[in-house]
Antibody
Framework: QMQLVQSGPEVKKPGTSVKVSCKAS????????MQWVRQARGQRLEWIGW????????NYAQKFQERVTITRDMSTSTAYMELSSLRSEDTAVYYC????????????WGQGTLVTVSS | EIVLTQSPGTLSLSPGERATLSCRASQSVSSSYLAWYQQKPGQAPRLLIY???SRATGIPDRFSGSGSGTDFTLTISRLEPEDFAVYYC?????????FGQGTKVEIK
């Protein structure tokens, strides 16, 4: 079955970076698009950006443009989201989600990774 | 940026009742690229509807989506106990791919 497994929780100091991984299985990774979304406690979902796995093309929300990098490793079917210059407001659960058929919505989600930014 | 506004914020209903959730966009959503997700506490969102009206694989037919342009609706024909959750709409037709603020469907 389709599955995305994310890396474990992280605790980071302000000003540092975090890199979250998302390993795919059960679908053709190279034909998919992956989005990253975050959710602070009790808040709405917030879109960070996406990558078209096959081409490597990326698109980021302007809010994160200067601080985020989304990449993929096709040899291991893994996507990554790196966020730099962390601040306390970045404390949230970060999700990856795959669109396994073009334009048919993000139908496979990771379990989420809690990133805590605290001094 | 397309702003999505969901209403109501909270819907208090009993099992067996019909739920109607609204998602209004500040601009027309390209090609009806509008999705609905269900999220339960401590869980990741689950795709229910894509393309405004197509049910995702494995989603029961009591869930239906409709609408186009700027006005979209998710209808749950008869609420089951497992349907009490938060529902989000997302437009994925233009960047940034924004989410609504969510509608909580709670047991009355």
């Amino acid at each position: 079955q389709m599955q995305l497994v994310q890396s474990g929780p992280e605790v980071k100091k302000p000003g540092t970076s975090v890199k979250v991984s998302c390993k795919a299985s059960g679908f053709t990774f190279t034909s998919s698009a992956m989005q990253w979304v975050r959710q602070a406690r009790g808040q709405r979902l917030e879109w960070i950006g996406w990558i078209v796995v096959g081409s490597g093309n990326t698109n980021y929300a302007q809010k994160f443009q200067e601080r985020v990098t989304i990449t993929r490793d096709m040899s291991t079917s893994t996507a990554y989201m790196e966020l730099s210059s962390l601040r306390s407001e970045d404390t949230a659960v970060y999700y990856c989600a795959a669109e396994t058929t073009s334009r048919d919505g993000y139908n496979c989600w990771g379990q989420g990774t809690l990133v805590t930014v605290s001094s | 940026e397309i702003v999505l506004t969901q209403s109501p914020g909270t819907l208090s209903l009993s099992p067996g009742e019909r739920a109607t959730l609204s998602c209004r966009a500040s601009q027309s959503v390209s090609s009806s690229y509008l999705a609905w997700y269900q999220q339960k506490p401590g869980q990741a969102p689950r795709l229910l509807i894509y393309g405004a009206s197509s049910r995702a694989t494995g989603i029961p037919d009591r869930f239906s989506g409709s609408g186009s342009g700027t006005d979209f609706t998710l209808t749950i024909s008869r609420l089951e106990p497992e349907d009490f959750a938060v529902y989000y709409c997302q437009q994925y037709g233009s960047s940034p791919e924004t989410f609504g603020q969510g509608t909580k469907v709670e047991i009355k």
